[in-house]
């Protein structure tokens, strides 16, 4: 069965530090992934999806990037973190063709707390 | 782009109250839709899907939604809901790209 992990779950960062969030996805090959934010009141914010190593689309223009070095991992990165980067970050694997009515699949989500 | 909106962010019923949660998506195009809920403390999982076929799908523990596409509109509904059902529930959309989104999601409180 395929399954999908993340991390760290929380994480507690100063203003203009670097961020790294690791997912990766097993029992699967070749999933889209996806980064989500999460914040109350405002569902869930798209912020980058991977259909293949190296291929990444981008959402929403900010200080965050992703990279897909391998074909199961994906990474949520900063340079430099800002307050407003605070929020609840998922990772979400898909069999690929997700417009053909396949189910898209959360990990277990991280807290980043920008101090 | 395309964009959901849920119409209630919070909505409070007692047990064995019928629900019913809005959803309206804006895009012209084929469309797959989702409900995906999230108890509390846990993950998000998908409560039903539509992609094709009989626009009245049902789901997991009793829900059901309906696809209108002259009204863009992917309604959530229950005949009886129970307090389990406390949770928050989010539309979501899929076009013909790879990308899916989110409502701002509906938070459901059913009193005992």
């Known amino acids: 069965s395929q399954t999908i992990h993340q991390w760290p779950a929380t994480l507690v960062q100063p203003v203009g530090s670097p961020l790294s969030l690791e997912c990766t996805v097993e029992g699967t090959s070749n999933p889209n992934l996806y980064w989500y934010r999460q914040a109350a009141g405002r569902g869930l914010q798209l912020l980058f999806y991977?259909?293949?190593?190296?291929?990444i689309s981008s959402e929403v223009p900010q200080n965050l990037s992703a990279s897909r070095p391998q074909d199961r991992q994906f990474i949520l990165s900063s340079k430099k973190l800002l307050l407003s980067d605070s929020g609840f970050y998922l990772c979400a694997w898909s069999v690929a063709g997700l417009r053909y009515g396949n189910t898209i699949y959360f990990g277990e989500g991280s807290w980043l707390t920008v101090v | 782009a395309q964009s959901v909106s849920q119409h209630n962010h919070h909505v409070i019923l007692s047990e064995a109250a019928s629900l019913e949660l809005g959803c309206n998506y804006s895009y012209g195009g084929t469309v797959n839709l989702f409900w995906y809920v999230q108890y509390p403390g846990q993950h998000l999982q998908l409560l039903l899907k539509?992609?094709?076929?009989?626009?009245l799908v049902k789901g997991i523990k009793g829900f059901e939604a309906e696809f209108i596409k002259s009204k863009f509109s992917f309604n959530l509904r229950k005949p009886s809901v129970q307090w389990s059902d406390t949770a928050e529930y989010f539309c979501?959309?899929?076009?013909?790209?790879?990308?899916?989104?989110f409502g701002a999601g509906t938070r459901l409180t059913v009193k005992p």
């Open positions: 991977s259909v293949g190593i190296g291929q």
């Open positions: 979501a959309v899929n076009g013909v790209g790879n990308d899916m989104r």
């Open positions: 539509y992609f094709s076929g009989d626009p």
